[in-house]
């Protein structure tokens, strides 16, 4: 049998969107491909009259539920899945994929869960910062010149997501942790590991993005968050438990 991805699932956001045009074009992208769902984070110039008039009147509707933010970590906190889109490549942008190959991992991670598919702001892109929240990485292949127009990258990722609606190979995949439950977890494997001396307390960023990349291709579950920071605390009570237990040691041999 085989199974198709499940567009509601999926939310388009725009980090930081600088023209409002760019917002509304992308909302008649996503309309005509079959994604109901859109999200603005921190926009530049939201203006509704300029967005409505590149949406067109057929995704006035996708206009009307548009959902802003005022960060990202806010506006990705309830997705289980996050894929983010980029232009450049090396450095932290080791490790990309295509449009096609992204809408075929989906098909199976969208039965469960809520699937963010994040563009960065016209003129710089994500940041290197945003990037520890995605998944994946989509790089879309062009020539020589790789910059493409917002509303155009849009298309392009959506059209791909669309037909995967209409075939696909059936796979199950489980609930994965939400960005929040994984952001917690990240933040207190932090706070151990530089207790410990296991990471650099100067830049600890640095170290953490290397784990992050390692849980990231494991797309934990909640109940794995749950394991991993049970784990830390119990490590962080037993430090502090030897910790205490010394300093009781020096004051019996006074």
């Known amino acids: 049998?085989?199974?198709?991805?499940?567009?509601?699932?999926?939310?388009?956001?725009?980090?930081?969107?600088?023209?409002?045009?760019?917002?509304?074009?992308?909302?008649?992208?996503?309309?005509?491909?079959?994604?109901?769902?859109l999200m603005?984070?921190?926009?530049?110039?939201?203006?509704?009259?300029?967005?409505l008039k590149l949406a067109t009147h057929e995704a006035a509707d996708v206009v009307e539920?548009?959902?802003?933010?005022?960060?990202?970590?806010?506006?990705?906190?309830?997705?289980?899945?996050?894929?983010?889109?980029t232009a450049r490549l090396g450095g932290q942008r080791q490790s990309v994929i295509s449009p096609s190959t992204l809408a075929e991992s989906l098909i199976?991670?969208?039965?469960?869960n809520r699937i963010a598919i994040l563009f960065g702001p016209e003129d710089k892109g994500l940041s290197n910062e945003d990037l520890r929240y995605c998944h994946a990485l989509v790089n879309i292949p062009t020539a020589e010149f790789s910059s493409i127009n917002l509303a155009q990258a849009v298309m392009i990722l959506c059209?791909?997501?669309?037909?995967?609606?209409?075939?696909?190979?059936?796979?199950f995949?489980?609930?994965?942790?939400?960005?929040?439950?994984?952001?917690?977890?990240?933040?207190?494997?932090?706070?151990?590991?530089?207790?410990?001396?296991y990471i650099n307390h100067e830049n600890p960023d640095y170290w953490?993005?290397?784990?992050?990349?390692?849980?990231?291709?494991?797309?934990?579950?909640?109940?794995?968050?749950?394991?991993?920071?049970g784990i830390c605390r119990q490590m962080n009570w037993y430090s502090g438990k030897c910790y205490e237990d010394g300093l009781?040691?020096?004051?019996?041999?006074?």
């Open 1 to 37: 049998m085989r199974e198709t991805i499940n567009l509601e699932n999926i939310t388009i956001v725009l980090k930081q969107p600088r023209y409002p045009e760019n917002i509304g074009a992308a909302a008649r992208s996503i309309r005509n491909m079959g994604i109901g769902k």
């Open 40 to 51: 603005v984070v921190d926009p530049e110039n939201y203006d509704v009259d300029k967005v």
């Open 65 to 85: 539920r548009i959902e802003i933010c005022s960060d990202v970590k806010t506006a990705l906190a309830c997705f289980n899945y996050v894929a983010g889109t």
């Open 108 to 112: 199976s991670i969208s039965k469960k």
């Open 159 to 171: 059209y791909e997501l669309h037909k995967a609606s209409i075939t696909g190979e059936s796979q």
């Open 173 to 197: 995949t489980p609930r994965l942790a939400t960005r929040q439950e994984l952001d917690g977890m990240y933040d207190q494997l932090k706070e151990m590991l530089v207790r410990i001396d």
């Open 208 to 229: 953490m993005n290397r784990l992050r990349q390692f849980f990231t291709r494991m797309q934990l579950r909640a109940r794995d968050v749950s394991i991993i920071r």
């Open 248 to 254: 009781n040691a020096k004051e019996n041999k006074k």
